[in-house]
């Protein structure tokens, strides 16, 4: 309530939501009841893993079309949807992939001498069932990212 007052005062022309998905969908509910005006409202990639409570907080999302949000492709390959299924019996869940990619990345770059492995990490290239596993200079992935508008309170494919 606080932050959604602070920001309904400033009656500014963006704002950009970096939070956890219910603390998030909460925010524009009260900032909503605040103020007549909603801002253009732009979102991390954060709502995609709680799209659900935006949708269940804010009554259907409707009040986000036009939202910008920066995603992460989901970009898991067919070959690991399909071994995840038939291993456990039920489809993969979000990020499953990743965590996939990010033993194998440990596994991969794996050596006893702990600066050797971090190096080994930061030089590692491979394709991955999440796409391309490389890091930049920061040691951050380099995650692709696309930039969608949000219609009728969801994420379009």
């Known amino acids: 309530s606080t932050h959604s007052a602070k920001v309904s005062e400033q009656s500014p022309d963006v704002v950009v939501v970096l939070m956890f998905p219910e603390s998030g969908a909460k925010f524009v509910k009260k900032f909503t009841s605040i103020s007549k005006n909603l801002p253009q409202l732009v979102f991390d990639a ?14 259907g999302g409707a009040v986000l079309n036009g939202a910008i949000v920066a995603t992460i492709p989901q970009t898991t390959t067919q070959e690991f949807k399909d071994a995840y299924k038939k291993r456990f019996g ?3 869940g979000f990020m499953s992939d ?9 596994v991969k770059t794996y050596n006893k001498d702990g600066k050797k ?13 999440s ?19 949000m219609v009728g309170g969801k994420l379009p494919n």
């Open 131 to 149: 796409g391309a596993i490389e890091f930049d200079n920061a040691g951050v992935r380099k995650p692709e990212v696309k930039f969608v508008q």
């Open 90 to 92: 039920i489809e993969a």
């Open 98 to 106: 990743v965590a996939y990619d990010a033993f194998n990345l440990l």
């Open 117 to 129: 492995w971090i190096e080994n990490i930061k030089t590692v290239q491979f394709s991955g069932a």
């Open 46 to 59: 954060n709502i995609q893993s709680g799209i659900a409570d935006y949708q269940r907080i804010l009554d």
